[in-house]
């Protein structure tokens, strides 16, 4: 939807003669507040409701001489209310002339619409120009002007402005949400060089450990050594297997901030999905993963789909790895007053610290976790460890991810 047109435009009105001060007053403001009073009074007088005017209202300042029209343009910045339109006459003994006040104003706002008024013929347009330089923000009325030249003037260069003022301010919205864009893009990427980087120096040990088993291996002749070096080998084979897995998981992360306009993510498909990437690990260990959801539609948040899944997908990993035995609960709960929804990711009481894949009391969060933080709070949300007040802290820890909800029917919380 188009902003209403502005029904209020300031115009500088620059002339040593205050009879034209009283003239372009009448021009362009007493004749329009004075058709508004009769048009009220006439109302009152039939007994009609009196109709706010949609006419054009113009603010007029005027000064005698460029040097004050210059103070009155820089004070007018100064309170951001700037003019949009300046009539400046040419000739104003026996300070600067018209064409060195149109420099002096535009030295001051490059924006300022211009109409230069004058009676001689002793500049051409080629003199002006060169004087000016070639701009569309100057136009030449010639005295003695038309009262309807005047106001169509006035009307149609105020409407410039403003339209270039609501452009230009589009275009820097634009390009504000375009460096926050590239800011976000380079956050991640250092965070998941972070993670790669923690992934190949944790590759170190369990390849050290492997070759060492290896040449064992080759000189031992006892069975049961033999059988403990190849138990070795296996679980460093299993190790360096993670971190090979966990390398793809980063390389193949979503990049950067949602994409314009607001969509709606089905936390519960997203959910399902990561529980089926994890699903082989979790039989392996006779791992449960319990999903509990509130009645009513199924959760939903705002946000890009594909980052929060793989959101999901990173923290449903974290906690399968972690948890040896029992469950792993993942709830939702909608705060319908705050527009938000909770994930809580629940693990064992006697689950052992997250790190390196989380977050651990004593040295803070990982940077796998550092990683996931940052995903959350690019699609608007927050992650953090279960706090010590939350009731399922009694059971339980884990983290909570905390996201805007989305979808037109706020799901409810769930009893």
Not at 23 to 43: P, S
Not at 200 to 218: G, K
Not at 364 to 387: D, N, R, Y
Request: glycine share 6%; proline share 8%; aromatic share 4%.
């Amino acid at each position: 939807m188009n902003p209403a047109p502005p029904t209020h435009r300031r115009i500088l009105l620059v002339d040593d003669n205050t009879a034209i001060h009283e003239d372009f007053h009448k021009i362009l403001v007493g004749r329009e507040a004075a058709t508004a009073d009769i048009d009220q009074a006439a109302a009152l007088f039939f007994g009609d409701q009196p109709n706010p005017t949609s006419a054009t209202r113009f603010d007029l300042t005027c000064a005698t001489q460029g040097e004050e029209a210059l103070l009155q343009v820089q004070s007018s910045l100064a309170a951001h209310t700037p003019f949009a339109l300046a009539f400046v006459d040419m000739r104003m003994p026996p300070g600067w002339d018209g064409l060195e006040t149109i420099r002096q104003l535009w030295q001051a706002d490059p924006h300022l619409e211009v109409v230069l008024c004058t009676a001689y013929s002793d500049h051409s347009w080629l003199e002006i120009q060169a004087g000016l330089g070639t701009t569309d923000r100057l136009l030449i009325l010639k005295k003695p002007f038309d009262t309807m030249e005047v106001q169509q003037m006035a009307l149609a260069l105020t409407e410039k402005w403003h339209l270039r003022q609501r452009t230009e301010s589009r275009h820097a919205s634009a390009e504000a949400a375009q460096r926050r864009h590239t800011q976000a893009v380079v956050e991640t990427h250092q965070a998941q060089l972070q993670c790669v980087t923690d992934r190949l120096r944790a590759l170190i040990p369990p390849v050290h450990d492997l070759l060492a088993s290896a040449m064992t291996l080759e000189t031992t002749r006892r069975l049961d050594q033999v059988q403990g070096l190849a138990r070795q080998l296996r679980r460093d084979g299993e190790t360096i297997s993670q971190l090979a897995r966990d390398l793809q998981r980063l390389a193949a992360l979503h990049i950067g901030p949602p994409l314009p306009g607001a969509r709606s993510a089905p936390l519960l498909a997203s959910c399902q999905r990561a529980i089926e990437a994890s699903a082989i690990v979790a039989g392996l260990k006779g791992l449960r993963i319990q999903v509990e959801t509130p009645p009513g539609p199924p959760p939903t948040a705002a946000g890009d789909p594909d980052a929060l899944g793989q959101l999901l997908l990173l923290l449903v990993d974290m906690a399968v790895r972690r948890v040896d035995e029992g469950t792993v609960r993942i709830k939702f709960e909608s705060r319908a007053e705050a527009n938000e929804i909770d994930v809580f990711l629940l693990l064992p009481r006697d689950t052992p610290p997250l790190e390196p894949y989380g977050w651990d009391a004593q040295t803070g969060p990982s940077a796998m976790f550092a990683l996931a933080t940052h995903l959350a709070s690019l699609q608007g949300g927050t992650l953090a460890p279960l706090p010590p007040s939350a009731k399922e802290s009694a059971h339980a820890i884990g983290v909570v991810l905390t996201l805007p909800l989305g979808g037109a029917n706020p799901v409810r919380t769930a009893g």
